[in-house]
Nanobody, 123 residues
Framework: QVQLVESGGGLVQAGGSLRLSCAAS????????MGWFRHAPGKEREFVAA????????KYADSVKGRFTISRGNAKNTVYLQMNSLKPEDTAVYYC????????????????WGQGTQVTVSS
């Protein structure tokens, strides 16, 4: 069992930066690939980024590539999402998720989800 708690969201102007954190409880954290997804009003949930269990591999959505960076600190049971050059279209609730061994963009492959943190980017 893994419990996830996101933090770090907020209101930022376009071009600004935010760093999201996802704190995990549970001894199996280092066994899981971790992902970030986002859900904006009127849109479907969207994959943002994922990282393998050991941090050796990452995957990004085209819309955030070059602007967002996912990382993990297994000693701290935490996953991070550094978001730079934010745009108004990045506005959404951001969720972290844990699950599986294979790095994937498919939300169905993730077993555990946090409650989400709101990111709002003003123009």
């Amino acid at each position: 069992q893994v419990q996830l708690v996101e933090s770090g969201g907020g209101l930022v102007q376009a071009g600004g930066s935010l760093r999201l954190s996802c704190a995990a409880s549970g001894r199996a954290f280092t066994s899981y690939a971790m992902g970030w997804f986002r859900h904006a009003p009127g849109k479907e949930r969207e994959f943002v980024a994922a990282i393998s269990w050991n941090g050796g591999s990452t995957k990004y959505a085209d819309s955030v590539k070059g602007r967002f960076t996912i990382s993990r600190g297994n000693a701290k049971n935490t996953v991070y999402l550094q978001m730079n050059s934010l745009k108004p279209e990045d506005t959404a609730v951001y969720y972290c998720a844990a699950g599986g061994v294979v790095l994937t963009t498919n939300p169905s492959a993730y077993d555990y989800w946090g409650q989400g943190t709101q990111v709002t980017v003003s123009s």
